[in-house]
């Protein structure tokens, strides 16, 4: 019975209804001596013919490439981590960032926008005082032409008047 206990898993030993009568040990006996000799009983309960050594090594060979493939998958996932956690903190700075700079291109607009208004205001001033010095200019030469011309004319009454009393003179003279 030990022997055969060596080779059942423990799913099958629990299975074993033990009886008073012992008719569960005879059935358990009677399944083990009924497997080829060289067998072994599978966890699921299935036999087994012995493996060969090649077998062995070509079980040996891919348990360790497994396990290589799992150690890989392990350290990829870890590097996936780190890079994970470096692209989120880098990620999370670009937004900050990018924040700040809607931010203070908003500002700059806000502005830029009253700077325009305030250029736009000042050109509008600029084009009124030039309109008014232009204005003045032309009233400035009116007036100057008025002061000529009434000087001119003062001068040319003044010369007709010096002529008649100069003719008078000669009038009188000359008589």
């Known amino acids: 019975m030990e022997v055969l206990l060596q080779h059942m898993d423990q799913d099958q030993f629990n299975q074993i209804d033990v009886?008073?009568?012992?008719?569960?040990?005879?059935?358990?006996?009677?399944?083990?001596?009924?497997?080829?000799q060289g067998s072994i009983v599978s966890k699921n309960g299935h036999s087994q013919r012995l493996a060969s050594n090649s077998d062995l090594e070509k079980a040996e060979k891919k348990r360790k490439i497994d396990q290589a493939y799992?150690?890989?998958?392990?350290?990829?996932?870890?590097?996936?981590?780190?890079?994970?956690?470096?692209?989120?903190?880098?990620?999370?700075?670009?937004r900050v960032e990018n924040k700040t700079l809607k931010e203070q291109n908003a500002s700059?607009?806000?502005t830029l926008q009253s700077q325009t208004k305030?250029?736009?205001?000042?050109?509008?001033?600029?084009?009124?005082?030039?309109f008014e010095s232009e204005k003045q200019n032309a009233l400035v030469q009116v007036l100057?032409?008025?002061?000529?011309?009434?000087?001119?004319?003062?001068?040319?009454?003044?010369?007709k008047d010096e002529n008649a009393q100069l003719r008078q003179m000669v009038k009188l003279s000359g008589i």
Do not use: I
């Open 19 to 36: 009886t008073s009568s012992g008719e569960t040990h005879h059935q358990a006996t009677k399944e083990y001596c009924s497997l080829p």
């Open 70 to 94: 799992r150690e890989r998958c392990k350290k990829t996932k870890t590097q996936m981590m780190r890079d994970l956690k470096t692209f989120g903190d880098e990620n999370e700075c670009l």
């Open 108 to 110: 700059m607009t806000q």
């Open 118 to 130: 305030e250029l736009h205001q000042h050109k509008n001033r600029l084009d009124q005082l030039k």
């Open 144 to 159: 100057s032409d008025l002061v000529v011309n009434s000087n001119l004319c003062h001068e040319n009454q003044k010369l």
